[in-house]
């Protein structure tokens, strides 16, 4: 994650704005690639305009990317954009393979921003993206039924000039289903044009469509600005005008069903001036733009309003609609690394006050100093929680992403599967929502693939027809829990157990618990075979996941019953920017360890400590808690099992292990910093922490540490 | 000093266009707006001296722009760019047949954008000049 961060300061700053507005665009064409295959499956009629918008993301991916001299992504969509034209212009019709050519695209440009900021290789991207190309050739290739032309529909031509062909086809198309073609004039104040518009159109998509918006204020008194909406519908113009609550003049037909209603002539309906003619007598002439608001403001006076009324409607005109900023993550890092650091000199002053209060000759400016310190200390927190605060996005954005995945799969292999999805509102650090894809694809991928059974076994077995796959996300104190479970196959232990001994994953002769065996599934190197999968419904990969899920700090389990279903259950931290850590020593090593997964301190006496089978145990309330020694974990010397240890008790999810360790020394503030050298690939060690004056540490992963512990492993 | 509207949806579409129109070696005020109804509410109150627009937005398209302005005597002498992707021939005709003064196609070269917006502001109407025409 730091390392992708690393990878992308070399780029320019434009280069990073290309890519973040790419990544958006994408996304907006993921939501409306599965909008448009939702409609597919419910066999309803393609929505036009959901074909148009795609159509329009991919037109500005391809202008976005040769402007960035990116050729293969922009040939890609410049193809994508053809073959939408043809949709949107009832060139063709919509099928699962023009769907199928879409998702491609979108994932292989996906891929190709990815393989910007060097995730991939480049040349493969670029034979792929020719190779999808090709195929998207070969469907538009199919043969294409005639349009009709404009000519003969007996519309004035003015209303038509500025009509873009996607706007024309959609009046022919709205023609040819016998609807109306009217135009709706109204008039807005020119500086809250927009909400009366909103509603105007809005009132008018209710009973049909809006063709295209002409915003025409020679035509309206000074201050308004008038609008012709021309649209479709199939009401009458008297009945339309009374829905959108306008005078009867203010809508007339000018095609389709129906006799046409005479067009009322008004005043205001002058035919427009041809832009060369020139012909604007001294009469006509507006006033220059710039003396329009000065009259603007005088007008408003002299209607006894408040100047500084008038002034504050402008100035909210003048802003943009959205109140949202977007910041590069970058940004929000470095904001997070000073406050850690302030939180670094904070500890410094709490030492140093202590200090002065410790002496009677300074004792009462130690006293003033820590009451400062308290209150710096109080701001300190709020300032870390609103800037996490801001690291925050909600599960949502991943499992949409998932329901897409899952309503593709349906399509594409013919199951019944259901979706349940509740806690998508459940916040996380945005770095790690965007980890979390992938290894959440894959568990779920593993569900739908393997774990739910076909139609006639579900039947054969007593079961709905219709499988389940449910995804569940809460905050559980500091950490976030997210569960996929299904109503599947579920996973025989003994059978995973089997599989692994006859691979050499798992060791001949060692007794091994259900528990045990079931977490076999995550052991690397475990086969993918299909006997496997179907017998076991899982072992394909997990252990990536696993090792995912550990980068971030979290752990993952899994549960599950033959017949019933299988649950597999993510816990994770809510950031991972700054952490608490508690402090401690071993001999004259400092190691900082994550307090959120601190459970508790014990001060353990040698006689306490318990061994089973060359493990050390500690009776804590009467469940057995493995120990394990850091001096011992990473070598550090010998361990000394006369002398009493303090036990720090570690716990991911439901896991739990105890640390002996010499000393705790207190809390603090931190920030990991990834490591750079040979002490980065030492599993248990998950980076470096500043500690102010008194020198960097290494902080613990203590979900390596758990894991280890978990599966009785020695320490290497 | 001359001011120009950029008007692109695109975030990233329209720093490029202002960043080449920042370099024109002659100072400009250039006002942003991110869709057409921006567009309409900043026309009246500032003198423009060039439109630089797309062709492709959501709410009203840049060929109901270019009809705006070029309908309606208070603008019409404001030359305007299209800038627009390479799409269709017939809207490209249409920008022109509505009274655009020039048509370039993404992606466009900076100093192709920089020389004809050069070329018309150098025709543009003096701020509150009187329409003679």
């Not at chain 1, 427009?272 to 012909?279: L, M, N, Q, S």
């Not at chain 1, 750079?676 to 998950?686: D, L």
Request: with cysteine; proline share 4%.
């Amino acid at each position: 994650m730091t390392a992708r961060r690393r990878r992308r300061t070399g780029q320019t700053k434009a280069h990073r704005e290309f890519v973040s507005e790419a990544e958006e665009i994408l996304e907006r064409m993921r939501d409306e690639l599965s909008e448009l295959a939702e409609g597919a499956q419910e066999g309803s009629e393609t929505d036009p305009d959901v074909v148009n918008r795609l159509f329009r993301s991919a037109h500005s991916l391809k202008g976005l990317s040769g402007m960035f001299g990116l050729e293969g992504m922009s040939e890609l969509a410049h193809h994508l954009e053809d073959v939408l034209d043809r949709l949107r212009m009832g060139r063709a019709a919509l099928d699962k393979q023009a769907l199928a050519l879409f998702d491609e695209s979108v994932t292989l440009i996906a891929d190709t921003l990815g393989g910007l900021e060097g995730e991939g290789a480049r040349g493969e991207t670029e034979e792929a993206i020719a190779a999808l190309i090709e195929r998207i050739d070969a469907w538009t290739h199919t043969p294409e039924p005639e349009t009709g032309e404009m000519d003969g529909l007996g519309l004035d031509p003015t209303l038509l000039r500025a009509l873009t062909e996607y706007e024309e086809h959609r009046l022919r198309e709205n023609l040819r289903r016998g609807r109306r073609i009217q135009v709706v004039e109204a008039n807005f104040e020119i500086l809250a044009f927009e909400e009366g518009l909103a509603e105007v159109s809005g009132a008018i998509r209710e009973v049909g469509e809006v063709l295209s918006t002409l915003p025409s204020p020679g035509e309206a008194p000074e201050s308004q600005i008038r609008f012709s909406l021309l649209c479709a519908t199939e009401l009458e113009p008297a009945a339309l005008a009374g829905r959108l609550g306008l005078e009867a003049e203010a809508v007339r037909q000018v095609g389709g069903a129906g006799p046409p209603a005479a067009a009322p002539v008004r005043e205001a309906q002058a035919p427009r001036t041809e832009p060369d003619a020139g012909v604007a007598g001294p009469a006509a002439e507006p006033a220059p733009p710039h003396e329009t608001l000065a009259r603007e403001l005088a007008e408003g006076a002299e209607a006894e309003l408040d100047p500084a009324e008038v002034a504050a409607v402008e100035r909210a005109s003048l802003k943009s609609i959205s109140d949202t900023v977007r910041v590069d993550i970058r940004k929000l890092d470095e904001l997070m690394n000073l406050v850690g650091e302030l939180a670094i000199q904070r500890g410094a002053l709490k030492a140093l006050a202590a200090r002065l209060a410790a002496d009677a000759r300074t004792a009462r400016l130690g006293v003033d100093l820590e009451k400062l310190h308290k209150g710096l200390d109080r701001k300190l927190q709020e300032l870390q929680s609103a800037v996490l605060e801001v690291r925050m996005v909600p599960l949502r954005q991943v499992f949409d992403k998932l329901a897409r995945v899952v309503r593709r799969l349906r399509l594409d292999m013919d199951k019944e599967v259901r979706l349940e999805i509740s806690g998508a509102d459940t916040e996380l650090d945005k770095l790690i929502v965007e980890e979390l894809a992938d290894p959440l694809m894959h568990v779920v991928r593993n569900a739908f693939d393997h774990a739910i059974e076909s139609g006639e076994e579900r039947a054969a077995a007593g079961k709905a027809a219709e499988g389940l796959i449910r995804m569940e996300a809460y905050q559980r104190g500091n950490d976030v829990v997210i569960a996929v479970s299904d109503d599947g196959r579920g996973i025989d232990p003994d059978a995973v157990h089997a599989r692994a001994l006859a691979q050499g994953v798992a060791a001949e002769g060692i007794e091994m618990s259900r528990r045990e065996k079931l977490d076999l599934v995550f052991a690397p190197g475990l086969s993918t075979r299909t006997e496997v999968t179907e017998t076991s419904g899982r072992g394909v990969g997990m252990d990536v996941v696993r090792s995912n899920i550990a980068t971030l700090g979290g752990i993952v389990d899994v549960e599950s019953a033959v017949g019933r279903g299988t649950t597999i259950t993510m816990t994770l931290p809510i950031t991972l920017a700054i952490i608490q850590a508690l402090i401690v020593s071993v001999g004259e090593d400092r190691f900082a360890i994550p307090l959120n997964s601190v459970r508790e301190t014990l001060l353990v006496e040698p006689a306490e400590i318990q061994r089973s089978e060359g493990r050390e145990l500690l009776n804590l309330r009467g469940e057995a808690l493995p120990l394990r020694r850091l001096v011992e974990e990473f070598q550090l010397g010998r361990a000394d099992r006369e002398a009493k240890h303090y036990a720090v008790v570690l716990g991911i999810g439901d896991a739990r292990m105890g640390l002996l360790v010499d000393e705790l020394e207190g809390q603090q503030d931190t920030v990991i910093k990834p490591i750079q050298g040979p002490v980065r690939h030492v599993r248990g060690i998950a980076g470096a922490t500043e500690l102010g004056e008194q020198g960097a540490v290494l902080v613990l992963d203590v979900s390596a540490l758990v894991e280890d512990a978990m599966r009785g492993k020695e320490a290497a | 000093m001359q001011s120009i509207l950029v008007v692109e949806d695109s975030a990233t579409m329209r720093s490029l266009i202002t960043q080449a129109l920042e370099d024109l070696g002659r100072p400009a005020k250039i006002d942003e707006a991110e869709n057409g109804f921006e567009a309409l509410r900043l026309l009246p109150r500032v003198p423009y001296a060039l439109i630089v627009t797309d062709i492709n937005m959501p709410d009203i398209n840049g060929l109901e722009l270019v009809s705006f302005v070029k309908q309606n005597d208070a603008y019409r002498r404001i030359p305007l760019i299209i800038v627009s992707t390479e799409g269709s021939e017939r809207d490209r005709d249409r920008g022109l047949e509505l009274g655009a003064d020039a048509y370039l196609i993404k992606p466009f070269e900076p100093d192709q954008l920089r020389q004809v917006a050069l070329e018309l502001l150098d025709r543009a109407p003096a701020p509150g000049a009187e329409d003679s025409t």
